[in-house]
Protein backbone atom coordinates (compact mmCIF):
# COMPACT_ATOMS: atom_id res chain seq x y z
CA UNK A 1 0.00 0.00 0.00
CA UNK A 2 1.29 3.64 -0.76
CA UNK A 3 2.19 5.59 2.06
CA UNK A 4 1.08 9.04 2.00
CA UNK A 5 3.53 11.82 3.86
CA UNK A 6 0.07 13.73 4.46
CA UNK A 7 -3.48 12.86 4.17
CA UNK A 8 -5.99 15.84 4.11
CA UNK A 9 -9.16 15.71 5.62
CA UNK A 10 -11.47 17.74 3.78
CA UNK A 11 -11.83 19.31 0.23
CA UNK A 12 -12.98 22.92 0.98
CA UNK A 13 -10.77 25.99 0.64
CA UNK A 14 -8.62 25.00 3.67
CA UNK A 15 -7.93 22.07 2.95
CA UNK A 16 -7.05 22.43 -0.95
CA UNK A 17 -4.37 25.16 -0.09
CA UNK A 18 -3.21 23.08 2.54
CA UNK A 19 -2.65 19.96 0.19
CA UNK A 20 -1.51 22.40 -2.18
CA UNK A 21 1.22 24.01 -0.02
CA UNK A 22 2.49 20.54 1.37
CA UNK A 23 2.76 18.87 -2.67
CA UNK A 24 4.97 22.04 -2.97
CA UNK A 25 7.49 21.32 -0.16
CA UNK A 26 7.61 17.59 -2.00
CA UNK A 27 5.55 15.97 0.08
CA UNK A 28 3.58 12.95 -1.23
CA UNK A 29 -0.11 13.86 -0.40
CA UNK A 30 -3.46 12.73 -0.37
CA UNK A 31 -6.92 14.74 -0.21
CA UNK A 32 -10.29 13.15 0.65
CA UNK A 33 -13.37 14.84 0.54
CA UNK A 34 -16.77 13.60 1.36
CA UNK A 35 -18.77 14.97 -1.82
CA UNK A 36 -19.04 14.89 -5.62
CA UNK A 37 -17.39 18.13 -6.40
CA UNK A 38 -14.66 20.32 -4.56
CA UNK A 39 -15.62 23.27 -2.30
CA UNK A 40 -18.89 22.07 -1.84
CA UNK A 41 -19.47 23.16 2.49
CA UNK A 42 -18.09 26.27 3.83
CA UNK A 43 -16.43 27.85 0.51
CA UNK A 44 -19.39 27.46 -1.59
CA UNK A 45 -21.78 30.50 -0.03
CA UNK A 46 -19.64 32.97 0.93
CA UNK A 47 -19.57 36.81 0.03
CA UNK A 48 -16.41 36.71 -1.99
CA UNK A 49 -15.08 39.38 -0.06
CA UNK A 50 -10.76 38.95 0.37
CA UNK A 51 -10.89 41.06 3.41
CA UNK A 52 -8.01 43.36 4.76
CA UNK A 53 -9.67 42.31 8.15
CA UNK A 54 -8.41 45.36 9.57
CA UNK A 55 -9.73 45.68 13.06
CA UNK A 56 -8.77 42.08 14.09
CA UNK A 57 -6.42 42.62 17.15
CA UNK A 58 -4.73 39.65 19.60
CA UNK A 59 -7.02 40.95 22.25
CA UNK A 60 -9.99 39.99 20.10
CA UNK A 61 -8.72 36.38 18.75
CA UNK A 62 -4.91 36.46 18.48
CA UNK A 63 -4.31 33.08 15.74
CA UNK A 64 -6.74 35.00 13.43
CA UNK A 65 -5.49 38.23 14.20
CA UNK A 66 -2.07 36.36 13.12
CA UNK A 67 -3.74 34.88 10.00
CA UNK A 68 -5.72 38.35 8.98
CA UNK A 69 -2.22 40.05 8.88
CA UNK A 70 0.00 37.67 7.11
CA UNK A 71 -3.31 37.93 4.32
CA UNK A 72 -3.01 41.54 4.90
CA UNK A 73 0.69 40.72 3.02
CA UNK A 74 0.72 37.76 1.11
CA UNK A 75 -3.06 38.69 -0.91
CA UNK A 76 -2.15 40.85 -3.17
CA UNK A 77 0.91 38.94 -4.68
CA UNK A 78 -1.52 35.80 -4.59
CA UNK A 79 -3.92 37.94 -6.61
CA UNK A 80 -1.75 39.49 -8.87
CA UNK A 81 -0.46 35.96 -10.37
CA UNK A 82 -4.05 35.03 -10.97
CA UNK A 83 -5.20 37.00 -14.12
CA UNK A 84 -8.19 34.95 -14.55
CA UNK A 85 -9.91 35.43 -11.67
CA UNK A 86 -12.38 38.57 -11.47
CA UNK A 87 -11.00 40.98 -9.16
CA UNK A 88 -11.90 44.48 -7.90
CA UNK A 89 -10.55 46.24 -5.40
CA UNK A 90 -13.31 49.28 -4.44
CA UNK A 91 -12.54 49.47 -1.07
CA UNK A 92 -15.25 49.28 1.94
CA UNK A 93 -17.45 51.90 3.64
CA UNK A 94 -18.66 51.53 7.10
CA UNK A 95 -21.59 53.22 8.70
CA UNK A 96 -22.65 54.25 11.97
CA UNK A 97 -26.31 55.68 12.78
CA UNK A 98 -26.06 56.55 16.37
CA UNK A 99 -23.67 57.65 18.96
CA UNK A 100 -23.51 54.38 20.36
CA UNK A 101 -21.58 53.40 16.82
CA UNK A 102 -19.87 56.50 16.42
CA UNK A 103 -17.91 55.02 19.45
CA UNK A 104 -17.21 51.61 17.21
CA UNK A 105 -16.29 53.64 14.57
CA UNK A 106 -13.64 55.08 16.48
CA UNK A 107 -12.52 51.96 17.52
CA UNK A 108 -12.10 50.28 14.25
CA UNK A 109 -10.00 53.22 13.45
CA UNK A 110 -8.15 52.58 16.59
CA UNK A 111 -7.47 48.99 16.01
CA UNK A 112 -6.42 49.75 12.20
CA UNK A 113 -3.69 52.29 14.05
CA UNK A 114 -2.70 49.69 16.50
CA UNK A 115 -2.08 47.20 13.53
CA UNK A 116 0.01 49.79 11.68
CA UNK A 117 -2.58 50.09 8.79
CA UNK A 118 -2.64 53.78 7.55
CA UNK A 119 -5.35 52.34 4.42
CA UNK A 120 -8.48 53.38 7.05
CA UNK A 121 -9.70 56.71 7.82
CA UNK A 122 -12.60 58.41 8.79
CA UNK A 123 -15.11 60.02 5.82
CA UNK A 124 -16.69 63.45 6.10
CA UNK A 125 -20.20 63.72 4.87
CA UNK A 126 -19.10 65.38 1.95
CA UNK A 127 -17.04 62.26 0.79
CA UNK A 128 -19.55 59.87 1.55
CA UNK A 129 -21.89 61.32 -1.00
CA UNK A 130 -19.14 61.68 -3.30
CA UNK A 131 -18.37 57.78 -2.86
CA UNK A 132 -21.54 56.89 -2.81
CA UNK A 133 -24.20 59.20 -4.75
CA UNK A 134 -26.89 57.02 -4.37
CA UNK A 135 -26.71 55.89 -0.94
CA UNK A 136 -29.24 57.62 1.39
CA UNK A 137 -26.87 59.64 4.03
CA UNK A 138 -29.51 61.07 6.22
CA UNK A 139 -29.62 58.98 9.43
CA UNK A 140 -25.51 58.27 8.73
CA UNK A 141 -24.05 59.67 11.76
CA UNK A 142 -20.27 58.77 10.85
CA UNK A 143 -18.67 56.78 8.08
CA UNK A 144 -14.88 54.70 7.52
CA UNK A 145 -13.38 53.99 4.71
CA UNK A 146 -11.22 50.96 4.47
CA UNK A 147 -9.09 51.04 0.84
CA UNK A 148 -7.94 47.31 0.45
CA UNK A 149 -11.12 45.55 0.77
CA UNK A 150 -11.52 43.13 -2.85
CA UNK A 151 -14.60 42.31 -4.43
CA UNK A 152 -13.16 38.53 -6.15
CA UNK A 153 -15.50 35.47 -7.65
CA UNK A 154 -15.25 33.65 -4.70
CA UNK A 155 -15.30 30.22 -6.84
CA UNK A 156 -12.56 30.87 -9.03
CA UNK A 157 -10.09 32.12 -6.09
CA UNK A 158 -10.67 29.15 -4.22
CA UNK A 159 -10.30 26.89 -7.37
CA UNK A 160 -6.35 28.23 -7.96
CA UNK A 161 -5.97 26.11 -4.89
CA UNK A 162 -7.32 23.13 -6.32
CA UNK A 163 -6.29 23.71 -9.69
CA UNK A 164 -2.83 23.90 -7.86
CA UNK A 165 -3.10 20.52 -6.11
CA UNK A 166 -3.89 18.92 -9.78
CA UNK A 167 -0.82 20.80 -10.79
CA UNK A 168 1.59 19.30 -8.29
CA UNK A 169 0.26 15.96 -8.25
CA UNK A 170 -2.08 15.83 -4.99
CA UNK A 171 -3.99 12.57 -5.12
CA UNK A 172 -7.28 13.90 -5.31
CA UNK A 173 -10.26 11.72 -4.13
CA UNK A 174 -14.14 12.63 -4.04
CA UNK A 175 -16.99 10.58 -2.68
CA UNK A 176 -13.97 9.74 -0.07
CA UNK A 177 -15.62 10.12 3.43
CA UNK A 178 -13.29 9.25 6.17
CA UNK A 179 -14.89 6.93 8.27
CA UNK A 180 -12.16 5.71 10.80
CA UNK A 181 -8.73 5.79 11.57
CA UNK A 182 -6.22 3.88 13.45
CA UNK A 183 -2.82 3.92 14.15
CA UNK A 184 0.17 1.47 14.60
CA UNK A 185 3.76 2.97 14.64
CA UNK A 186 3.98 5.87 13.17
CA UNK A 187 1.42 5.19 10.60
CA UNK A 188 -1.64 6.36 10.36
CA UNK A 189 -4.58 4.03 8.41
CA UNK A 190 -7.57 6.26 7.19
CA UNK A 191 -10.62 3.78 5.73
CA UNK A 192 -12.83 5.75 3.62
CA UNK A 193 -15.53 4.80 0.94
CA UNK A 194 -13.33 4.63 -1.41
CA UNK A 195 -11.03 1.57 0.63
CA UNK A 196 -8.18 2.04 2.86
CA UNK A 197 -5.20 4.44 2.71
CA UNK A 198 -1.66 5.15 4.82
CA UNK A 199 -0.45 7.85 6.21
CA UNK A 200 1.72 9.54 8.34
CA UNK A 201 0.09 12.98 9.32
CA UNK A 202 -3.39 13.68 9.50
CA UNK A 203 -4.37 17.33 8.29
CA UNK A 204 -8.19 17.44 9.92
CA UNK A 205 -9.40 20.68 7.75
CA UNK A 206 -13.27 19.01 8.04
CA UNK A 207 -15.00 22.82 8.31
CA UNK A 208 -18.70 21.94 9.40
CA UNK A 209 -17.51 18.47 9.85
CA UNK A 210 -14.38 19.05 11.88
CA UNK A 211 -15.30 18.08 15.58
CA UNK A 212 -16.72 14.37 13.96
CA UNK A 213 -13.52 14.53 11.94
CA UNK A 214 -11.71 15.11 15.77
CA UNK A 215 -14.02 12.31 16.98
CA UNK A 216 -13.22 9.71 14.54
CA UNK A 217 -9.56 10.43 15.43
CA UNK A 218 -10.28 9.74 19.25
CA UNK A 219 -9.03 13.23 19.57
CA UNK A 220 -8.21 14.84 22.61
CA UNK A 221 -7.69 17.87 21.36
CA UNK A 222 -5.74 20.82 23.29
CA UNK A 223 -9.23 22.85 23.01
CA UNK A 224 -12.29 20.83 22.84
CA UNK A 225 -14.81 21.89 20.82
CA UNK A 226 -18.35 21.61 18.67
CA UNK A 227 -19.06 22.81 15.30
CA UNK A 228 -22.51 24.82 15.74
CA UNK A 229 -22.60 26.61 11.76
CA UNK A 230 -23.82 30.42 11.60
CA UNK A 231 -25.80 29.97 8.78
CA UNK A 232 -25.52 33.63 6.41
CA UNK A 233 -28.38 34.06 4.05
CA UNK A 234 -28.05 36.36 1.30
CA UNK A 235 -30.90 38.36 -1.43
CA UNK A 236 -29.32 38.70 -4.97
CA UNK A 237 -31.48 41.72 -7.04
CA UNK A 238 -32.33 41.58 -10.54
CA UNK A 239 -30.93 43.87 -12.73
CA UNK A 240 -27.54 45.44 -13.08
CA UNK A 241 -25.75 48.83 -13.48
CA UNK A 242 -24.25 51.10 -10.96
CA UNK A 243 -26.30 51.61 -8.20
CA UNK A 244 -24.14 50.21 -5.28
CA UNK A 245 -20.48 51.32 -6.33
CA UNK A 246 -18.57 50.26 -3.06
CA UNK A 247 -19.64 47.68 -0.33
CA UNK A 248 -21.50 49.36 2.53
CA UNK A 249 -21.74 47.62 5.58
CA UNK A 250 -22.93 48.64 9.57
CA UNK A 251 -19.95 48.68 11.80
CA UNK A 252 -19.27 44.76 12.79
CA UNK A 253 -20.05 43.34 16.34
CA UNK A 254 -18.56 40.12 18.00
CA UNK A 255 -21.74 38.71 16.58
CA UNK A 256 -21.76 39.68 12.91
CA UNK A 257 -19.19 41.53 10.01
CA UNK A 258 -21.93 43.47 9.00
CA UNK A 259 -24.73 42.80 6.71
CA UNK A 260 -23.04 43.66 3.58
CA UNK A 261 -24.31 45.61 0.62
CA UNK A 262 -22.64 45.15 -2.42
CA UNK A 263 -22.09 44.58 -6.61
CA UNK A 264 -20.59 40.98 -7.50
CA UNK A 265 -18.35 40.44 -9.85
CA UNK A 266 -21.43 39.89 -12.35
CA UNK A 267 -23.14 43.26 -11.67
CA UNK A 268 -25.49 42.13 -9.13
CA UNK A 269 -26.46 43.49 -5.90
CA UNK A 270 -26.16 41.35 -3.49
CA UNK A 271 -27.26 41.78 0.36
CA UNK A 272 -25.95 39.53 3.30
CA UNK A 273 -25.20 38.13 4.97
CA UNK A 274 -27.22 37.14 8.30
CA UNK A 275 -25.77 34.96 11.20
CA UNK A 276 -28.22 32.19 12.23
CA UNK A 277 -26.93 30.22 14.62
CA UNK A 278 -28.29 26.37 13.80
CA UNK A 279 -27.88 22.64 14.86
CA UNK A 280 -27.65 21.25 11.07
CA UNK A 281 -24.66 20.89 9.37
CA UNK A 282 -26.10 21.24 5.94
CA UNK A 283 -29.69 22.90 5.74
CA UNK A 284 -29.30 26.16 3.91
CA UNK A 285 -33.05 27.32 3.52
CA UNK A 286 -33.21 30.85 3.75
CA UNK A 287 -35.96 31.94 5.98
CA UNK A 288 -38.61 34.72 4.26
CA UNK A 289 -38.15 36.00 7.43
CA UNK A 290 -34.29 37.21 6.47
CA UNK A 291 -35.73 37.71 2.72
CA UNK A 292 -37.72 40.47 4.50
CA UNK A 293 -34.84 42.08 6.81
CA UNK A 294 -32.34 41.69 4.08
CA UNK A 295 -34.86 43.62 1.57
CA UNK A 296 -35.72 46.40 3.97
CA UNK A 297 -32.07 46.83 4.91
CA UNK A 298 -30.68 47.24 1.31
CA UNK A 299 -34.14 49.73 0.45
CA UNK A 300 -33.28 51.86 3.41
CA UNK A 301 -29.52 52.76 2.58
CA UNK A 302 -30.59 52.32 -1.68
CA UNK A 303 -33.88 53.75 -2.09
CA UNK A 304 -33.32 53.36 -5.70
CA UNK A 305 -33.51 49.52 -5.89
CA UNK A 306 -37.30 49.39 -4.35
CA UNK A 307 -38.69 48.56 -7.54
CA UNK A 308 -35.77 45.76 -8.21
CA UNK A 309 -37.09 42.11 -7.86
CA UNK A 310 -35.24 39.83 -6.07
CA UNK A 311 -33.32 37.19 -8.51
CA UNK A 312 -32.46 34.31 -5.93
CA UNK A 313 -31.52 33.77 -2.95
CA UNK A 314 -28.02 31.63 -1.30
CA UNK A 315 -26.75 30.99 2.00
CA UNK A 316 -23.39 29.50 3.27
CA UNK A 317 -22.66 27.17 6.59
CA UNK A 318 -19.49 29.30 8.56
CA UNK A 319 -17.87 26.32 10.74
CA UNK A 320 -18.57 27.84 13.87
CA UNK A 321 -17.59 26.72 17.54
CA UNK A 322 -18.15 27.64 20.98
CA UNK A 323 -14.69 29.43 20.66
CA UNK A 324 -14.18 33.16 19.12
CA UNK A 325 -10.59 32.52 17.23
CA UNK A 326 -9.80 29.84 15.56
CA UNK A 327 -8.45 26.61 16.54
CA UNK A 328 -5.43 25.17 15.27
CA UNK A 329 -3.52 22.20 16.79
CA UNK A 330 0.35 20.70 15.28
CA UNK A 331 0.48 17.55 17.10
CA UNK A 332 3.83 16.13 15.07
CA UNK A 333 4.01 13.48 18.01
CA UNK A 334 0.56 12.54 17.44
CA UNK A 335 0.64 13.01 13.62
CA UNK A 336 -2.00 14.73 13.67
CA UNK A 337 -3.17 18.83 12.89
CA UNK A 338 -6.62 20.16 13.16
CA UNK A 339 -7.67 23.34 11.62
CA UNK A 340 -11.29 24.10 12.66
CA UNK A 341 -13.35 27.09 13.90
CA UNK A 342 -12.30 28.73 10.50
CA UNK A 343 -15.46 30.61 9.87
CA UNK A 344 -16.06 34.21 7.78
CA UNK A 345 -12.23 34.67 7.00
CA UNK A 346 -11.44 31.31 5.49
CA UNK A 347 -11.35 32.40 1.57
CA UNK A 348 -9.34 35.37 2.80
CA UNK A 349 -6.73 33.23 4.96
CA UNK A 350 -6.28 30.38 3.48
CA UNK A 351 -3.01 31.12 1.52
CA UNK A 352 -1.78 32.65 4.98
CA UNK A 353 -3.20 28.96 7.02
CA UNK A 354 -1.48 26.85 4.62
CA UNK A 355 1.80 28.87 5.09
CA UNK A 356 1.17 28.70 8.61
CA UNK A 357 0.67 24.83 9.35
CA UNK A 358 3.75 24.36 6.74
CA UNK A 359 6.39 26.86 8.59
CA UNK A 360 6.04 24.95 11.64
CA UNK A 361 5.74 20.95 10.06
CA UNK A 362 8.37 21.18 6.80
CA UNK A 363 11.77 21.28 7.53
CA UNK A 364 13.81 24.39 5.51
CA UNK A 365 9.95 25.76 4.43
CA UNK A 366 10.26 28.09 1.36
CA UNK A 367 6.54 29.39 0.78
CA UNK A 368 5.67 28.07 -2.80
CA UNK A 369 3.55 30.08 -5.36
CA UNK A 370 0.23 29.30 -6.17
CA UNK A 371 -0.19 27.81 -9.77
CA UNK A 372 -1.50 30.10 -12.09
CA UNK A 373 -5.50 29.42 -13.01
CA UNK A 374 -6.10 28.92 -16.99
CA UNK A 375 -8.55 30.67 -17.80
CA UNK A 376 -12.05 29.28 -17.22
CA UNK A 377 -13.89 27.32 -19.94
CA UNK A 378 -17.78 26.95 -19.86
CA UNK A 379 -19.47 23.60 -21.04
CA UNK A 380 -23.01 25.09 -22.48
CA UNK A 381 -24.20 21.66 -22.19
CA UNK A 382 -22.95 20.41 -18.84
CA UNK A 383 -22.48 23.84 -17.09
CA UNK A 384 -19.48 22.28 -16.34
CA UNK A 385 -15.85 24.33 -16.01
CA UNK A 386 -13.17 23.23 -17.76
CA UNK A 387 -9.53 24.64 -16.82
CA UNK A 388 -7.00 22.06 -18.15
CA UNK A 389 -7.45 18.58 -18.87
CA UNK A 390 -9.87 19.00 -15.87
CA UNK A 391 -13.62 19.73 -15.48
CA UNK A 392 -15.45 20.97 -12.59
CA UNK A 393 -18.77 22.14 -11.49
CA UNK A 394 -18.82 25.50 -10.07
CA UNK A 395 -20.73 25.27 -6.19
CA UNK A 396 -20.56 29.28 -5.86
CA UNK A 397 -24.27 30.87 -6.92
CA UNK A 398 -21.89 33.92 -7.11
CA UNK A 399 -19.95 32.26 -9.52
CA UNK A 400 -22.83 30.62 -11.77
CA UNK A 401 -24.44 33.86 -12.18
CA UNK A 402 -20.84 35.10 -13.42
CA UNK A 403 -19.94 31.93 -15.72
CA UNK A 404 -23.10 30.62 -16.34
CA UNK A 405 -25.98 33.27 -16.34
CA UNK A 406 -28.52 31.60 -13.80
CA UNK A 407 -27.81 30.31 -10.34
CA UNK A 408 -26.92 27.46 -9.45
Known amino acids: MVVFDVVVVGGGVVGAAVAREFSSCGKRVLLCEKEAEWLTGASSGNTGHLGSNFYYTPARAPLEAEMTAAARRINPVWLAGQPNVPAKKDGMIYLARNNEEDDIIKDLLSKAEENRINTVRLLTTEELKDLEPDLDTTSVTSSLFSEEEWIID ?15 GVEMKLDCEVTKVSKEDD ?42 PGKGEYIILEGEGRTVGRPVVPVPTKQTAGVYVFTSISGHVVVGPTNVRQDSRTDRTVSEKSVRSLREHVNLLYPEVRNRSILGT ?40 SQ ?29 VRFGDCSYRPTHPLTCLSLIGALC
Open 154 to 168: PWLLAMTHVHGCRVL
Open 187 to 228: LWTVSTSQGDFQGKLIVNCGGNFADLVENIGARKAEMEFTVR
Open 314 to 353: YAGLRPATQHQDYLINIDLEAGWITLAGIRSTGLTCSLAL
Open 356 to 384: YVCARTVADYSPAEVPELPAPELDADTGR
